[in-house]
C-alpha cells in the first residue's frame, strides 16, 4: 500500500460512500484526512471510524458550491494540521434525465454543485498547495464525461466539465510541482444506489439492482473500496509520474460491452 506518512488529505463529500472510502483508506496510509462534507452525521461517524482504527482525521462543515463555506473549511483545515498536500474532489450530485426533461432548476443545481464545487476547492486549496512546493489534486468524474449515457444530460455535462478541469490543473500548475488526475467510475454500489432503488422501484428492487450490475460487463457494480485504493495510488508518491491522465474504473464498460 502506498504510503501517506506526514501527508494532510481534504475530501470533499467524505462522510459517505466513495468518499468516506477514500477517507478511511488514506487515514490508513498515514495521512491525516480533512472530511469536507455537509452531513454532519455522517461525517461524524467517518471520524469516529478512522478514530477508532487508529488514524487521524477532522470534520470541517462545507457547502462546497458556496464560496465563503469552502474558504472558512479549507482554512480550518489548515490551521488544524498544519499544511495541505492533497485535495480530492469527490462531493457531486447526480440527475436523470434528458436535455427535455431536465429543468433549469436541475440543471443549475448539478451545476452549481458537480461543476462551481470544484472550481471553488481548486481556488482555495491550490495556493496552499503552491506555497508547500507541491501537492496532488484528484478529481471524481464518471465514464458519464467520456461517453453517451441514457438520461444523464445534465450529469454528463457537470463530469465532462471536470474532465476538462482536470487537464487545465494539470498544465498550469505542472510547474509548481502539483500532479492533477481524474478516476472515471462506472457504477458504484454506494448508500445512493440504495436510495434510488428504494424510491424508484420499491417492488422490484432487487431484480433492479441485479440488472443494473450485469451493465458492467465484469458483473458486478465496483465496490468502494476499490475506487479508494486507485486513488490512494494516484494520489501517492509511486504515481510521481502520472498527471493529466483519467482512469477507468469501469468493470469494463467502455471497452467490452457488446
Do not use: W
Amino acid at each position: 500500500m502506498s504510503s501517506l506518512d506526514r501527508k494532510t488529505a481534504l475530501v470533499t463529500g467524505g462522510g459517505s460512500g466513495i468518499g468516506r472510502a477514500i477517507s478511511e483508506t488514506f487515514a490508513a496510509a498515514g495521512a491525516s484526512v480533512g472530511i469536507l462534507d455537509l452531513d454532519e452525521a455522517s461525517a461524524a461517524e467517518t471520524v469516529s471510524a478512522i478514530d477508532a482504527a487508529g488514524g487521524k482525521a477532522a470534520f470541517f462543515r462545507c457547502d462546497v458550491s458556496d464560496a465563503a463555506s469552502v474558504n472558512a473549511a479549507v482554512e480550518g483545515a489548515k490551521a488544524a494540521f498544519g499544511r495541505l498536500d492533497i485535495l480530492v474532489n469527490n462531493a457531486g450530485v447526480a440527475h436523470i434525465g434528458t436535455a427535455t426533461s431536465t429543468g433549469e432548476s436541475d440543471f443549475d443545481r448539478v451545476m452549481r454543485v458537480n461543476v462551481k464545487g470544484v472550481y471553488l476547492c481548486l481556488q482555495a486549496v491550490l495556493p496552499h498547495l503552491v506555497e508547500g512546493g507541491g501537492g496532488v489534486v484528484l478529481n471524481l468524474s464518471s465514464i458519464a464525461a467520456i461517453t453517451g449515457l441514457r438520461d444523464r444530460f445534465a450529469y454528463s455535462a457537470s463530469k465532462g466539465a471536470v474532465h476538462t478541469m482536470t487537464l487545465s490543473i494539470a498544465a498550469d500548475y505542472l510547474q509548481h510541482g502539483i500532479r492533477c488526475n481524474a478516476i472515471c467510475p462506472a457504477r458504484v454500489h454506494t448508500p445512493f444506489v440504495d436510495g434510488y432503488l428504494a424510491k424508484n422501484y420499491p417492488d422490484n428492487r432487487d431484480e433492479m439492482f441485479e440488472k443494473l450490475s450485469k451493465v458492467q460487463p465484469i458483473g458486478r457494480m465496483a465496490r468502494p473500496d476499490e475506487v479508494a485504493k486507485l486513488a490512494l495510488y494516484l494520489c501517492g508518491d509511486d504515481a510521481s509520474y502520472i498527471t493529466a491522465q483519467t482512469f477507468n474504473i469501469d468493470g469494463g464498460y467502455m471497452n467490452l460491452r457488446n
